[in-house]
């Protein structure tokens, strides 16, 4: 897996931090509708279930190279399967990032910062039906740290790069370092957004709509009733009105083509 590195070694620049909630929560979006999507081998749903954390973290950590989507017959017991499995996931990840990061050039840092505090309020709601009026920047700034934390935890036993294990770990320690002062920024747009930034980066450039089918399928599959595929196929083939829900469905069908391809 020489190569499959976590990009040139330097450390996040803070600019580059922003939008990354948004993939987070786009890659868990895509791998719901994939979990349902007709046609895929169950044992490449069963592995993206049993592996979404690499998933996530294949849009965070940006891994090149070309990444195998083929589960190895060879592979499909024990340790070397997790490891198929999590390169699969990695791979699609991946997918999931570059849609992500296509439909964020549009905007400037503090524009994406905006947008992942509003998809987190966006959550905040649908699990509680609460706002995030009260939530401390302090209480939110550890929360946030904690997530990214979560998401290294689960890869560190993972090295994509053989041959340059020390630089791997390294760079998870760097990225770590640039995740944690990224939280506190990101705390203050959660609980104090900037009102002229929200209109621009989320109202006016009609980022997300709740009523959005694809979206809707997706918070379904994760959280809600269950969706049924005809239901999911009548959603997948509808016309969203929001950015997101437009890259959501990009990255879907990128997703599924080249788990397909790899057959």
């Given at each position: 897996?020489?190569?499959?590195?976590?990009?040139?070694?330097?450390?996040?620049?803070?600019?580059?931090?922003?939008?990354?909630i948004?993939?987070?929560i786009?890659?868990?979006?895509?791998?719901?509708?994939?979990?349902?999507?007709?046609?895929?081998?169950?044992?490449?749903?069963?592995?993206?279930?049993?592996?979404?954390v690499?998933?996530?973290?294949?849009?965070?950590?940006?891994?090149?190279?070309?990444?195998?989507?083929?589960?190895?017959?060879?592979?499909?017991?024990?340790?070397?399967?997790?490891?198929?499995?999590?390169?699969?996931?990695?791979?699609?990840?991946?997918?999931?990032?570059?849609?992500?990061?296509?439909f964020?050039?549009?905007?400037?840092?503090?524009?994406?910062?905006?947008?992942?505090?509003?998809?987190?309020r966006?959550?905040?709601?649908?699990?509680?039906?609460?706002?995030?009026?009260?939530?401390?920047?302090?209480?939110?700034?550890?929360?946030?740290?904690?997530?990214?934390?979560?998401v290294?935890?689960?890869?560190?036993?993972?090295?994509?790069?053989?041959e340059?294990?020390?630089?791997?770990?390294?760079?998870?320690?760097?990225?770590?370092d640039?995740?944690?002062?990224?939280?506190?920024?990101?705390?203050?747009?959660?609980?104090?957004?900037?009102?002229?930034?929200?209109?621009?980066?989320?109202?006016?450039?009609?980022?997300?709509?709740?009523?959005?089918?694809?979206?809707?399928?997706?918070?379904?599959?994760?959280?809600?009733?269950?969706?049924?595929?005809?239901?999911?196929?009548?959603?997948?083939a509808?016309?969203?009105?929001?950015l997101?829900?437009?890259?959501?469905?990009?990255?879907?069908?990128?997703?599924?083509?080249?788990?397909?391809?790899?057959?």
């Amino acid at each position: 897996m020489a190569g499959h590195g976590l990009g040139n070694g330097a450390p996040a620049a803070p600019d580059q931090l922003p939008g990354r909630i948004t993939e987070l929560i786009l890659a868990n979006d895509v791998c719901a509708l994939v979990m349902l999507s007709p046609g895929l081998p169950s044992a490449v749903k069963a592995a993206i279930g049993r592996q979404g954390v690499f998933a996530r973290a294949g849009t965070l950590l940006r891994p090149g190279g070309d990444w195998s989507f083929k589960l190895d017959a060879a592979e499909k017991q024990g340790p070397k399967r997790n490891r198929s499995e999590a390169r699969l996931a990695l791979g699609i990840g991946s997918i999931i990032g570059r849609e992500a990061e296509a439909f964020g050039r549009d905007m400037d840092a503090e524009g994406r910062l905006h947008r992942d505090a509003f998809l987190l309020r966006e959550i905040q709601f649908a699990t509680t039906g609460r706002d995030v009026a009260g939530v401390q920047q302090a209480q939110a700034a550890e929360l946030f740290t904690a997530l990214g934390r979560r998401v290294l935890l689960g890869i560190h036993t993972f090295i994509p790069d053989a041959e340059d294990v020390n630089g791997w770990i390294e760079r998870l320690i760097r990225w770590h370092d640039a995740w944690a002062a990224f939280a506190g920024r990101l705390a203050r747009a959660y609980c104090e957004p900037d009102a002229a930034t929200l209109q621009r980066s989320v109202i006016r450039a009609k980022f997300y709509d709740r009523a959005d089918r694809a979206i809707l399928a997706a918070k379904s599959i994760s959280s809600g009733p269950p969706t049924t595929r005809q239901a999911l196929e009548s959603s997948l083939a509808s016309v969203p009105q929001s950015l997101y829900g437009r890259s959501l469905l990009r990255a879907y069908h990128s997703a599924v083509s080249d788990l397909l391809r790899a057959g």
